[in-house]
């Protein structure tokens, strides 16, 4: 199966710098394009509360935020061996 759509769902409204009143909207999932051409989704969590309208839409996946490598481990602290504890 490949990955093809992120599954989002909108969850309220903000106001932008510009005082516009835009939606708000968390991704839940990723669809899924299997080899005989059908579509499955995936639901990471579920929407729930007075602003989710039962409505999930699907938006084209981030390509920068697929193909980035995993950031790199911080590096472990030094160890002072003189410390008296």
Excluded: H
């Amino acid at each position: 199966m490949k990955q093809f759509k992120k599954v989002v769902a909108s969850n309220g409204k903000y106001t932008d710098a510009n005082g516009n009143e835009k939606n708000r909207y968390i991704t839940v999932g990723r669809a899924f394009l299997r080899d005989d051409k059908s579509v499955c989704i995936k639901l990471d969590s579920m929407p729930v509360g007075p602003e989710f309208n039962g409505w999930l839409n699907l938006y084209d996946l981030d390509e920068d935020r697929q193909q980035a490598p995993a950031p790199a481990p911080a590096p472990a602290a030094k160890v002072d061996d003189d410390l008296p504890f």
